[in-house]
């Protein structure tokens, strides 16, 4: 079945701990990113690759990073989680440009103590 | 601020009645997209519609688009329970290569 993963679904953690949010599909798709959703900011992307290796900041980097070594995954590392990060974090995948039709994975609900 | 803005935030019919939502956007667009979500779920492609479309149907929904208004229209008919969910526009300027979403409208439909 084609999907899109992320784990973990749910996280509680403290801040400064560093953390990473999975993200895998297997659709053999190039382009990925990361959205955080909060009531009232609607989704708001995080950063996005449009290959291995080639990865770019989107609308609300600061706190984050990403890594893209293989095309299948693309992890979200948390370095030194605060409280503002605290959100529903989305993964999503698309075939070739970012406007084709995203594939979004099922949510990561984070919340930073 | 959010490319695209949709109307209204939030919309309550009842189950067989239509449901439309709107969504505005500010700059030039290559398409527009519209996207559900169930409630903490993950968001489902609904439908894409180019610039150069006016109108799309896909079995119950029915998209339009005016880009001298930069707007858009989702239509849904005959609604039903299971069609209760947000619904997103997103918007991929002509200048770019992102989508944005909006904010979303919250429908419910009553049985």
């Known amino acids: 079945e084609a999907q899109v993963t992320q784990n973990p679904r749910y996280l509680i953690t403290v801040t400064g701990k560093k953390l990473t949010v999975t993200c895998s599909q297997n659709?053999?798709?190039?382009?990925m990113s990361w959205y955080r959703q909060d009531p009232g900011l609607g989704l708001r992307q995080i950063y996005y690759s449009m290959n291995v290796e080639v990865t770019d900041k989107g609308d609300v980097p600061e706190g984050y990073k990403v890594s893209r070594k293989e095309k299948r995954n693309f992890p979200l590392i948390l370095e030194s989680p605060s409280p503002n990060q605290t959100s529903l974090y989305f993964c999503?995948?698309?075939?070739?440009?970012?406007?084709?039709?995203?594939?979004f994975g099922p949510g990561t609900r984070l919340t930073v103590l | 601020s959010q490319q695209g803005e949709e109307d209204p935030q939030a919309l309550s019919i009842q189950e067989g009645e239509n449901a439309t939502m709107n969504c505005s956007y500010k700059t030039s667009i290559n398409n527009l997209q519209w996207y559900r979500q169930n409630s903490g779920r993950g968001l489902v492609h609904l439908i894409l519609i180019r610039s150069n479309e006016r109108e799309k149907h896909s079995g119950r929904l029915r998209v339009t688009l005016d880009t001298s208004k930069k707007s858009s229209s989702l239509l849904i008919t005959a609604s039903r329970a299971a069609d209760t969910a947000s619904y997103f526009c997103a918007t991929q300027e002509t200048s770019g290569s992102r989508l944005t979403f909006g904010e979303g409208t919250q429908l419910t439909v009553n049985p």
């Open positions: 999503a995948s698309t075939w070739g440009l970012a406007t084709d039709t995203q594939y």
């Open positions: 659709m053999n798709h190039e382009y």
